[in-house]
T-cell receptor
């Protein structure tokens, strides 16, 4: 079993849709939870991070962590074509462990 | 503030050769981590250097090695290349390394082994 499981998609939605991206992790020792966004031919860029269970909001993006279920989510409201990218969840204890990434396409 | 710079961007090598990749971190960042990204395995941690010392290592064979210089710049070396080493190699810098959730990635070096 991988330490971080993420549905690779691909996921295709119309512009304006609400997008839900999800990951599960296996080790309760993980302390930090991140979402990275990676555009084609670029390195990942940090989108959001959180330490605790609950929601964290930043503009159109909301990160949600449920430590009891070992479940992390990213919600994108009013999705835009510019949101088309691969989204990677990541967890950290002694080193960063990444999910496989979900490729998202937002169609105009 | 300049971002993380990786050179070269693209590299084509043949089996058995060796390759050296370079990474210049963000000014002030003391930690440099290296990752291998492939469609099948995703992002996999290679190793981390902090103040010129290797602090953490992933599950890769000894053909993969690295070093960090006093100015925090880092190099990664792969010897005796195999076809399976074809991948995007990403370097990331951060202030505190393994205890820092904020990694800043370069655009990567795309290595093709023929």
């Amino acid at each position: 079993q991988k330490e971080v499981e993420q549905d690779p998609g691909p996921l295709s939605v119309p512009e304006g849709a609400i997008v839900s991206l999800n990951c599960t992790y296996s080790n309760s020792a993980f302390q930090y939870f991140m979402w990275y966004r990676q555009y084609s031919r670029k390195g990942p860029e940090l989108l959001m991070y959180t330490y605790s269970s609950g929601n964290k909001e930043d503009g159109r993006f909301t990160a949600q962590v449920d430590k009891s279920s070992k479940y992390i989510s990213l919600f994108i409201r009013d999705s835009q074509p510019s949101d088309s990218a691969t989204y990677l969840c990541a967890v950290n204890f002694n080193d960063m462990r990444f999910g496989a990434g979900t490729r998202l396409t937002v169609k105009p | 503030k300049a971002g993380v710079t990786q050179t070269p961007r693209y590299l084509i090598k043949t089996r058995g050769q060796q390759v050296t990749l370079s990474c210049s971190p963000i000014s002030g960042h003391r930690s440099v981590s290296w990752y291998q990204q492939t469609p099948g395995q995703g992002l996999q941690f290679l190793f981390e250097y902090f103040s010129e010392t290797q602090r953490n290592k992933g599950n890769f064979p000894g053909r993969f090695s690295g070093r960090q210089f006093s100015n925090s710049r880092s190099e990664m070396n792969v010897s005796t290349l195999e076809l399976g080493d074809s991948a995007l190699y990403l370097c990331a810098s951060s202030l505190e390394g393994q205890y820092d959730e904020k990694l800043f990635f370069g655009s990567g070096t795309q290595l093709s082994v023929l």
